[in-house]
């Protein structure tokens, strides 16, 4: 070997592996996530990476209230997260606005574990153009919280089943303990908590704002009784078991229900099965050893029983993204079982096989319970009406119903017929 041959080989080789180094480092996607346990992703993307070398994935968080119209503003401008988490209701509107990829392709070229079917709630995720714009990740509804003590100590005997029985026991709590009742967010912005509300109160009498009708929609609901819910919910601010300042809260997972469900303050609640989570392990580290006092169970009934929505989180991924393949490649690492279990367990998994493994437990038994009872959003997802719109609409004419800036009927008959005239 001549003088010098050994050593440009060296560089040669050295130059080599740095191209090889700084390509494998070319990949970096952004997942941005809307819950609380962003310790938890952080350490499940940490794996992902370990086990696809040369991917990097950046993690960005945000509140639930501002990820939607912040996700579908930066899209519009080819700009965003190139991996997004989105509620069940969000990938018709965001793929009909071209903010999300249409996964067709690369679920027949890559399939998912389990394969697509085998997941739950699939009709959400396809547009109206028939393209599938996302994969359902989790899956909850809600279930009604009970504190034990501070219903024993009200002589509310037996857990509330009707819409009327749980007023009572909340009006009980309130003028036997002074504490609160049933503490729930009346606050009017977007990502409201009273559309939630709302909606059980009418399913559960057998109304709804959208329906099917002969290949079409039409609303099913009517003014007298969408005045009805705002009649009820607001008694129980204006009789003080649920306390005004409740009308600036938005978030069902405001730290003030929480907190008041923690420690005692309040007596009853509704939430998704996530939040009650945290507030079991909150009251088992301030009190190691004590038997947590709380029950979990079904909405309350109306005549056609208790209704709650199949709710839960997908995955979709940015139109814009430079890296589709890599982005897919972390969309189906995130719906694995062991993900869900090791990482995000405050959810259950939106795929039938890991679902039917689950052991709920005699706390999470009101969720148990309810997912059987819970209903899809059916014709308001297959219809033009946007939820989103709704939603929003819903709660600006309770809140102005709740403040005494409409009354009941004036609010209710602007909310029917923004409905009526997005069905149009």
């Known amino acids: 070997m001549r003088p010098g041959t050994w050593t440009s080989m060296l560089a040669a080789l050295a130059v080599t592996m740095a191209a090889a180094t700084a390509s494998a480092q070319d990949v970096k996607l952004t997942f941005r996530f809307n ?10 993307l940490d794996a992902f990476e370990q086990e696809n070398r040369g991917i990097e994935v950046e993690l960005q968080t945000i509140a639930w209230s501002e990820s939607r119209q912040q996700f579908l503003r930066e899209a519009a401008v080819g700009e965003g997260p190139d991996v997004v988490h989105i509620a069940f209701v969000w990938p018709r509107d965001m793929g009909a606005a071209g903010a999300l990829l249409p996964l067709n392709d690369l679920l027949t070229s890559q399939p998912i574990q389990g394969g697509f079917d085998d997941f739950i709630a699939t009709e959400l995720a396809v547009g109206a153009d028939g393209n599938i714009y996302g994969v359902p990740w989790t ?10 003590d501070v219903m024993d100590a009200a002589g509310v ?6 819409w009327d029985a749980l007023r009572d026991a909340s009006r009980a709590i309130n003028e036997k303990t002074g504490k609160v009742g049933f503490g729930f967010p009346g606050g009017s912005g977007s990502s409201n908590t009273i559309w939630f509300l709302a909606n059980y109160y009418w399913w559960s009498n057998g109304d709804a704002l959208v329906v099917a009708d002969n290949g079409g929609f039409k609303t099913g609901i009517t003014v007298d009784k969408i005045a009805e819910a705002m009649a009820y919910y607001d008694s129980y601010i204006k009789e003080g078991h649920n306390p005004e300042a409740m009308l600036g809260v938005t978030s069902w997972f405001d730290p003030a229900i929480l907190e008041g469900i923690s420690n005692g303050d309040q007596g009853i ?3 998704p099965p996530q939040q009650f989570k945290q507030i079991l392990a909150a009251f088992k580290e301030r009190n190691p050893g004590v038997e947590p006092p709380f029950v979990t169970a079904t909405t309350p009934a109306g005549p056609a029983g208790p209704k709650t929505h199949l709710g839960g989180r997908m995955l979709g991924i940015n139109a814009n993204t430079e890296n589709p393949e890599a982005a897919w490649k972390l969309v189906e690492f995130m719906t694995r079982e062991q993900v869900l279990v090791t ?25 148990a319970e309810q997912l059987t009872l819970a209903r899809s959003w059916g014709a308001y997802s297959d219809g033009p009406a946007q939820i989103g719109k709704m939603w929003n609409d819903t709660g600006r004419a309770f809140g102005s119903a709740f403040i005494g800036e409409r009354s009941y009927d004036e609010a209710a008959a602007e909310l029917l017929e923004s409905v009526e005239e997005q069905l149009k």
Do not use: C
């Not at 819950?35 to 499940?44: F, I, N, T």
């Not at 899956?139 to 034990?148: E, F, G, I, K, L």
């Not at 367990?345 to 493994?357: E, I, S, V, Y």
């Open 343 to 367: 990482y995000y367990g405050n959810q259950f998994p939106a795929q039938k096989t890991p679902l039917r493994n689950i052991e709920f437990g005699p706390a999470l038994g009101g969720f």
């Open 35 to 44: 819950d609380p346990e962003a310790k938890e992703m952080r350490a499940a």
């Open 157 to 162: 005997a037996e857990i509330p089943r009707t």
């Open 139 to 148: 899956t909850d509804t809600w279930a009604m919280v009970y504190r034990t």
């Open 269 to 271: 609640a509704i939430m």
